[in-house]
């Protein structure tokens, strides 16, 4: 997912720091990528020159978690909680022109209430944005049967981070 995105990174001059662990989840890969991939080009686009992207995953308290935290403008608080709903974006001269639509965030909050995952979006200190989503960590011997809370047909163990 990173190497995809290797000119978009080196366009907008951001340095990316990987630490990843193994998270196993049990879950729609394919969801989960999507939610990734979300988090991933927001925290491009919406960050600032010369700034930096830190994608972490691993587990923590036996829970498994992503996390995509970036550099960028400041952003209030009380603005945060808004962004998840559809078509919500901080004002133009927040953002750059290239025309979101607002969707993303929304569909990422979709994907992980699908999954009973927690969704936390928590501005910096310093500007930009932390988002953390953490999952239900899944058992070594989890499988397509064993999935209680998710409701797609493509659930299945395996593990965040490892690729
Ligand atoms: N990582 C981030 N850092 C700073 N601001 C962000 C970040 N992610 C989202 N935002 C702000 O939240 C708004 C909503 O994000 P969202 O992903 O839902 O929509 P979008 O990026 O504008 O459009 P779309 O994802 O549909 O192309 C963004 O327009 C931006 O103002
Ligand atoms: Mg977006």
């Known amino acids: 997912m990173v190497s995809s995105r290797t000119s978009q990174l080196a366009d907008a001059g951001l340095t990316i720091r990987c630490d990843l662990h193994p998270a196993p989840i049990l879950g729609d890969d394919r969801l989960i990528e999507h939610l990734a991939a979300n988090l991933l080009d927001n925290a491009i686009r919406y960050n600032v020159p010369a700034g930096f992207i830190t994608l972490a995953t691993g587990t923590a308290d036996g829970r498994s978690f992503l996390t995509v935290l970036n550099s960028g403008p400041h952003i209030a608080a009380e603005q945060v909680t808004r962004l998840q709903r559809p078509f919500e974006r901080l004002g133009p001269d927040r953002t750059d022109t290239d025309g979101g639509t607002g969707l993303g965030l929304s569909i990422v ?38 999935a209680r809370r998710v409701s797609k047909p493509h659930r299945h163990a395996w593990v965040l981070g490892a690729s």
């Open 109 to 146: 909050a979709s994907i992980a209430r699908a999954h009973a995952a927690d969704l936390s979006l928590e501005p910096r200190a310093d500007g930009g944005l932390d988002v953390t989503v953490t999952f239900e960590q899944a058992k070594p011997d989890s499988g397509r049967d064993d």
